[in-house]
């Protein structure tokens, strides 16, 4: 039976760690590292994401600020919100919670939030960055994903990664980040042909599909690590993964469970880039 990559124990450590790093930043410089977090209407996994967020903000020390805006709300007055933010000594980061509603183009809130407080790592700026190696933030899930199998002493370099998924916010940025690990990646997608045969050749199986149980435990190769991105609800109504994790723990070496995997991660990597952005713009840039 597989080892199962505890990715609530790591994230507690290494937020114990941010919070010592804060207080030290605190107490030695007079920093303290702040968030401006913004969500438009009222999407119920959002807001569960957003609370998650301040919740850890609180318990590192960091200074989160919520501005919630009614569904109606037009771009205009988000684009102007996000400028007065980037204007604001006080905010070291701003993050606008997504999906937003249809009448807003994300990409247009995206680029408008100024690179150096981008703690998604979701501007153009900062995916070229990523793409070129001289990057100051990571895309937060990605980043929780490498750091989770550094935590678990898995290597990353010279292993097959294949990736499930080919998002502009997991899939895309993590095949860059394996890359940099030394990785051979293969991303996968919808229209991928004898998606099977390709899952069984890796070693390191990443799936962010989004589909609940998407992947069965004949897609993996005996002693594979798989890594699980996936929130969806399964038909008994329980939160589970894109992975079928009752039958592929049986094939894995290492499986990260949902909840309780890489989820918490994202958050914990949230964080560090905060505080990564404080640094900056306090003229730190050795982070
Ligand atoms: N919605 C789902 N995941 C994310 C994320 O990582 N960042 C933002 N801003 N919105 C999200």
Known sequence: MACIIDGKR??????????????????????????????????????????????????????????????????????????????????????????????????????????????????????????????????????????????????????????IGRSNIVGKPLAMLMLHCDATVTICHSKTLHLDEICRTADILVAAVGRAKFVTADMIAPGAVVIDVGINRGGDGKICGDVDFDNAKEVASYITPVPGGVGPMTICMLMNNAVTAALLQNDDLKR
């Open 10 to 163: 790591i994230s507690a450590e290494i937020r114990a760690k941010l919070k010592v790093e804060v207080a030290n930043l605190k107490a030695e410089r007079g920093i303290v590292p702040s968030l401006a977090v913004i969500i438009v209407g009222e999407n119920p996994a959002s807001r569960v994401y957003v609370n998650n967020k301040k919740r850890a903000c609180d318990e590192i020390g960091i200074v989160s600020h919520e501005f919630a805006l009614p569904c109606d709300v037009s771009q205009a007055e988000l684009l102007s919100l996000i400028d007065e933010l980037d204007h604001r000594g006080d905010v070291n980061g701003i993050l606008v919670q997504m999906p937003l509603p249809a009448h807003i183009d994300e990409k247009a809130v995206i680029e408008r939030i100024s690179p150096i407080k981008d703690v998604d790592a979701f501007h153009e700026i900062n995916v070229g960055k990523l793409m070129t190696g001289n990057f100051k933030f990571l895309p937060c899930t990605p980043a929780g994903i490498v750091r989770l199998l550094d935590e678990s002493n898995i290597d990353i370099a010279g292993k097959h990664c294949v990736i």
